[in-house]
C-alpha cells in the first residue's frame, strides 16, 4: 500500500534531518519546480518532492475524474503521502493552488504539518465586489481556460494519443516527459476549473497551523490584496512581500525564497536550516 | 538589433526573467502598434490581455525557466487599440556575454486559428455527445438493473406461490397434488422400466377417535408430529406428502421391497415410540412396489389394499401388497 502511493504519486525523498519538509508544486506543473528550491534545504531536512495524480509522472491509471473534481482530491493525495512516509509534525510548502491543497490537509489532520508555507496561495479568485478582491473577473477565467483548450489541442492532446498507439516508440513518451508541464489535456482542464473557480475563503479561517505566505509584489495571479487577504484570515500567519514579482519566485527568484523561508524556519527552530 | 532581425517576417523579442522586454523586433511592434520607446524595459504584461498573462506565469515562464525552451505555443498579445492578436510562440533561453536572454519568436494566426477554434469546438461538442451518451447509457443500465431485480422478485414470487401450491399447510409437507405429479413422473414411458420404485401408504388407527377425546387442535397437532417424523426420516429424492385427512403417502425411489418393508416397520416403530405420543396412536402402513407393467393407479391400488389389510388385520402393522 505504502509503496504504491510512492509509486502513485511519483515521491522523491531526498536529505538528511529529522524534521521534513514536503513541497508541492502548483496549477498544472511537476515536482521539478522545486529543482533551484528544495536542494538547498537537504542538509538539515528530509525533503520529500512529489506530483498530484494525474500530473508529471504519476500513475494516471488512478486518476478519477470524481476524486479530482475539487481540491479535495488533491489534498487527499497529500494525506495519502503523508501517511505512505508516516510524516508528522512536518513542515508543508506549497507554491499556488498546492499551498491552498496543503491547507485542506492541514484541516484534516491539524497534527500533520507545524508550519504551512504558502507561496502566492489565493482562497478564490474570482472578484466579489466591492466585498473581496480575487483579480479575476469570470470571461478572464474563461479565457484562460480557453486559452489551455487551444494549447492542449497543439501538442499535449496529440502526444498523449500518439503514445498510447505507439508503445513501442518509448522516445515519444521520452517528448512528453521533456514536457514537464504537460498533462492528460482532461485532467489539466478540470484541475484548472477546480483551482481556478474554487472558492476556499471559510477554510481558510479554519486552519489552525502557523504559516507562512509568500507574496509577489507583482503578482498578476495572486494579487497582493489577495496576500493581505489571506494574512487577515489566515490565524497565526506571517506575511512577507517579496521583491519577486510574478506568480513563480520559487522558479524567477530562487535566492530570495530560499532566504525567506529559512529565515521563518530558523526563527520558528532557533536553527540553522539551509546549507552553507 | 540586426536590420533583418527587426524586419524578419516573424515577431521577435526578448524577456529576462521578471519578465521585462529587453528587445522587441519592428515587425512585432508594427503588428501591436506600438514605438519601441513605449515598451522597451516594460513588462511583458503590457502587451497581454488577461488570459495571456495568466497563462505566462502558468506555463510560459514555468517551461522556458526549467526546460530552457517552448514550442508551438498557442498565445495571444492585446495591440495598443485594445485588440487581441493570436500568435504561435517558440521561445529559447540563451545566455550571451553571461547573461540569460528568453528570446522569443511568434508568427500570426490568422487563418490557422480559425481552423482550430472550429477543431476545439467540434472537440468540445464531441465531448458533450459523448457525456450525454454516457449518461443515456449510465441510465440504460440503471434501468436493466432494475428490470433484471423485478423479474427476480417476480421469479421469487413465482416460486413461493408454486411451493404454496405444492405444499399441505397444515403439515409443511408436500399435497397429494404434488404427489401425483411426482408419481406420474416416474410412470413416463422412456423412464418406466429402469426405475426401481416403492410406494407406502400410512393411515392413523382410530383417528376419529382421537379428535373425539382430545379435540381437533390435539388431532392437527398429532397431523404435524407425524408430519415432521416422516420428513425428517426422507432420503434425498424421497417425498412424504399428506395424501389426505389422516392419510399419509411416501414415494422412495430407487427402493425395492425389501428396503421399502424395513423403512414402512421402522416409521411404525417411531410413531408407537415417539416420546410425544402420549395418546397411544399407532399407523397402519401399506407398502407397493412397482413392477413391469405398473401403472401410478395400479401401484397406489395395490398399496391401498395392503393398507386397508392391515386395518383389517389388527391395525399397527405393515403389509405388502403382491401383485396378482
Given at each position: 500500500?505504502?509503496?504504491d502511493i510512492l509509486?502513485?504519486?511519483?515521491?522523491k525523498?531526498?536529505?538528511k534531518g529529522e524534521?521534513?519538509?514536503l513541497?508541492?508544486p502548483g496549477?498544472?506543473?511537476?515536482?521539478?519546480v522545486?529543482s533551484?528550491t528544495?536542494?538547498?534545504f537537504e542538509?538539515?531536512?528530509?525533503?520529500?518532492?512529489?506530483?498530484?495524480?494525474g500530473?508529471?509522472?504519476s500513475d494516471y491509471?488512478?486518476?478519477?475524474?470524481?476524486?479530482?473534481?475539487?481540491l479535495n482530491?488533491?489534498a487527499?493525495?497529500?494525506l495519502?503521502?503523508?501517511?505512505?512516509?508516516?510524516l508528522?509534525?512536518?513542515?508543508f510548502?506549497?507554491?499556488?493552488?498546492?499551498g491552498i491543497?496543503?491547507?485542506?490537509a492541514?484541516i484534516?489532520?491539524?497534527d500533520?504539518?507545524e508550519h504551512?508555507?504558502?507561496?502566492?496561495p489565493?482562497?478564490?479568485y474570482?472578484?466579489e465586489?466591492?466585498n473581496?478582491?480575487g483579480?479575476?473577473e469570470k470571461?478572464?477565467l474563461e479565457?484562460l481556460?480557453?486559452?489551455?483548450?487551444m494549447?492542449y489541442i497543439?501538442?499535449a492532446n496529440?502526444?498523449?494519443q500518439?503514445?498510447?498507439?505507439?508503445?513501442?516508440?518509448?522516445e515519444?513518451s521520452q517528448?512528453?516527459?521533456?514536457?514537464f508541464?504537460?498533462?492528460?489535456?482532461?485532467?489539466a482542464h478540470?484541475?484548472?476549473?477546480?483551482?481556478?473557480?474554487s472558492d476556499h475563503r471559510?477554510?481558510v479561517k479554519?486552519?489552525?497551523?502557523p504559516?507562512?505566505?509568500?507574496?509577489c509584489?507583482?503578482?498578476?495571479?495572486?494579487?497582493i490584496?489577495?496576500g493581505r487577504?489571506?494574512?487577515r484570515?489566515?490565524q497565526?500567519?506571517?506575511?512577507?512581500?517579496m521583491?519577486?514579482?510574478?506568480h513563480?519566485?520559487h522558479?524567477s527568484?530562487?535566492?530570495?525564497?530560499?532566504?525567506?523561508?529559512s529565515?521563518y524556519?530558523?526563527?520558528?527552530y532557533?536553527r540553522?536550516?539551509?546549507n552553507g | 538589433m540586426?536590420?533583418?532581425?527587426?524586419?524578419?517576417?516573424?515577431?521577435?523579442?526578448t524577456?529576462d526573467?521578471a519578465?521585462m522586454?529587453?528587445e522587441?523586433n519592428?515587425?512585432?511592434?508594427?503588428l501591436?502598434?506600438?514605438?519601441?520607446?513605449e515598451?522597451q524595459?516594460?513588462?511583458i504584461?503590457?502587451l497581454l490581455?488577461?488570459a495571456?498573462?495568466?497563462?505566462?506565469?502558468?506555463?510560459?515562464?514555468?517551461?522556458?525557466r526549467l526546460?530552457?525552451?517552448?514550442?508551438e505555443?498557442?498565445?495571444s498579445f492585446?495591440s495598443k487599440d485594445?485588440q487581441?492578436?493570436?500568435v504561435?510562440?517558440n521561445?529559447?533561453r540563451n545566455e550571451?556575454?553571461g547573461?540569460v536572454?528568453?528570446?522569443?519568436?511568434c508568427?500570426r494566426?490568422?487563418?490557422?486559428?480559425e481552423?482550430?477554434e472550429v477543431i476545439l469546438?467540434?472537440k468540445?461538442?464531441?465531448?458533450?455527445r459523448n457525456?450525454l451518451?454516457a449518461?443515456?447509457?449510465?441510465?440504460?443500465?440503471s434501468?436493466?438493473?432494475?428490470?433484471?431485480s423485478k423479474q427476480?422478485?417476480l421469479?421469487a414470487?413465482?416460486?413461493?406461490l408454486?411451493e404454496?401450491a405444492n405444499t399441505?399447510?397444515l403439515?409443511?409437507l408436500?399435497?397429494?397434488?404434488?404427489?401425483?405429479?411426482?408419481?406420474?413422473?416416474?410412470?413416463m414411458?422412456?423412464?418406466?422400466?429402469?426405475?426401481?420404485?416403492?410406494f407406502?401408504?400410512?393411515?392413523?388407527?382410530?383417528?376419529?377417535?382421537?379428535?373425539?377425546?382430545?379435540?381437533h387442535l390435539?388431532?392437527d397437532s398429532?397431523?404435524?408430529?407425524l408430519?415432521?417424523?416422516?420428513r425428517?426420516?426422507?432420503?434425498?429424492?424421497d417425498?412424504a406428502?399428506?395424501y389426505g385427512?389422516e392419510?399419509?403417502?411416501?414415494v422412495l425411489p430407487?427402493?425395492?421391497?425389501?428396503?421399502?418393508?424395513e423403512?414402512?416397520e421402522r416409521i411404525r416403530?417411531?410413531?408407537?415410540?415417539?416420546?410425544?405420543?402420549?395418546?397411544g396412536?399407532?399407523i397402519?402402513?401399506g407398502?407397493?412396489?412397482?413392477?413391469?407393467?405398473?401403472?401410478e393407479?395400479?401401484?397406489?391400488?395395490?398399496?391401498d389394499w395392503?393398507l386397508y389389510?392391515s386395518?383389517d388385520h389388527?391395525r399397527n402393522?405393515v403389509?405388502?401388497g403382491?401383485e396378482?
Amino acid at each position: 500500500m505504502n509503496q504504491d502511493i510512492l509509486l502513485r504519486n511519483n515521491v522523491k525523498v531526498t536529505g538528511k534531518g529529522e524534521k521534513t519538509i514536503l513541497f508541492a508544486p502548483g496549477f498544472g506543473c511537476d515536482l521539478n519546480v522545486w529543482s533551484l528550491t528544495a536542494p538547498y534545504f537537504e542538509d538539515h531536512f528530509q525533503v520529500v518532492l512529489f506530483d498530484y495524480v494525474g500530473s508529471g509522472q504519476s500513475d494516471y491509471q488512478a486518476y478519477r475524474a470524481e476524486k479530482y473534481q475539487d481540491l479535495n482530491g488533491y489534498a487527499q493525495d497529500v494525506l495519502d503521502v503523508c501517511d505512505a512516509l508516516e510524516l508528522k509534525e512536518a513542515i508543508f510548502v506549497g507554491h499556488s493552488v498546492g499551498g491552498i491543497i496543503g491547507m485542506l490537509a492541514a484541516i484534516q489532520e491539524p497534527d500533520l504539518f507545524e508550519h504551512l508555507i504558502l507561496i502566492g496561495p489565493s482562497p478564490c479568485y474570482l472578484n466579489e465586489l466591492p466585498n473581496y478582491y480575487g483579480g479575476f473577473e469570470k470571461e478572464d477565467l474563461e479565457g484562460l481556460i480557453q486559452m489551455m483548450d487551444m494549447n492542449y489541442i497543439g501538442w499535449a492532446n496529440y502526444l498523449a494519443q500518439v503514445i498510447m498507439k505507439n508503445p513501442e516508440r518509448p522516445e515519444l513518451s521520452q517528448q512528453l516527459e521533456d514536457n514537464f508541464c504537460s498533462t492528460d489535456p482532461e485532467v489539466a482542464h478540470r484541475f484548472a476549473i477546480a483551482t481556478f473557480f474554487s472558492d476556499h475563503r471559510e477554510d481558510v479561517k479554519k486552519v489552525r497551523v502557523p504559516s507562512l505566505i509568500l507574496q509577489c509584489s507583482d503578482d498578476s495571479i495572486a494579487p497582493i490584496e489577495v496576500g493581505r487577504y489571506m494574512h487577515r484570515h489566515l490565524q497565526n500567519s506571517t506575511l512577507e512581500i517579496m521583491e519577486a514579482t510574478g506568480h513563480c519566485p520559487h522558479m524567477s527568484h530562487p535566492e530570495e525564497t530560499v532566504q525567506l523561508i529559512s529565515h521563518y524556519l530558523t526563527s520558528a527552530y532557533k536553527r540553522p536550516v539551509t546549507n552553507g | 538589433m540586426d536590420r533583418q532581425l527587426d524586419s524578419a517576417p516573424f515577431g521577435y523579442f526578448t524577456l529576462d526573467d521578471a519578465g521585462m522586454l529587453m528587445e522587441v523586433n519592428q515587425t512585432l511592434l508594427r503588428l501591436l502598434g506600438y514605438q519601441l520607446h513605449e515598451v522597451q524595459g516594460k513588462h511583458i504584461n503590457l502587451l497581454l490581455p488577461n488570459a495571456s498573462r495568466s497563462f505566462y506565469q502558468l506555463y510560459f515562464f514555468p517551461m522556458i525557466r526549467l526546460q530552457n525552451k517552448v514550442e508551438e505555443m498557442y498565445f495571444s498579445f492585446k495591440s495598443k487599440d485594445g485588440q487581441e492578436i493570436s500568435v504561435l510562440l517558440n521561445a529559447l533561453r540563451n545566455e550571451r556575454d553571461g547573461k540569460v536572454f528568453n528570446d522569443c519568436a511568434c508568427l500570426r494566426m490568422k487563418n490557422r486559428i480559425e481552423y482550430e477554434e472550429v477543431i476545439l469546438a467540434a472537440k468540445k461538442d464531441t465531448e458533450k455527445r459523448n457525456l450525454l451518451k454516457a449518461k443515456q447509457i449510465a441510465e440504460l443500465e440503471s434501468l436493466r438493473i432494475e428490470l433484471e431485480s423485478k423479474q427476480k422478485k417476480l421469479l421469487a414470487v413465482n416460486e413461493s406461490l408454486l411451493e404454496m401450491a405444492n405444499t399441505d399447510g397444515l403439515t409443511g409437507l408436500r399435497n397429494r397434488h404434488y404427489l401425483q405429479e411426482c408419481l406420474s413422473s416416474y410412470f413416463m414411458p422412456d423412464t418406466e422400466q429402469f426405475l426401481t420404485l416403492s410406494f407406502l401408504l400410512i393411515d392413523i388407527d382410530y383417528f376419529k377417535k382421537v379428535n373425539d377425546t382430545y379435540g381437533h387442535l390435539t388431532g392437527d397437532s398429532i397431523l404435524q408430529k407425524l408430519g415432521n417424523l416422516l420428513r425428517d426420516g426422507t432420503r434425498k429424492d424421497d417425498v412424504a406428502a399428506r395424501y389426505g385427512g389422516e392419510e399419509f403417502a411416501l414415494v422412495l425411489p430407487a427402493t425395492g421391497k425389501v428396503e421399502a418393508l424395513e423403512i414402512a416397520e421402522r416409521i411404525r416403530c417411531q410413531v408407537e415410540n415417539a416420546d410425544w405420543n402420549t395418546y397411544g396412536v399407532t399407523i397402519s402402513i401399506g407398502v407397493a412396489t412397482k413392477v413391469p407393467g405398473d401403472t401410478e393407479n395400479s401401484l397406489q391400488s395395490r398399496a391401498d389394499w395392503a393398507l386397508y389389510y392391515s386395518k383389517d388385520h389388527g391395525r399397527n402393522r405393515v403389509t405388502f401388497g403382491t401383485e396378482e
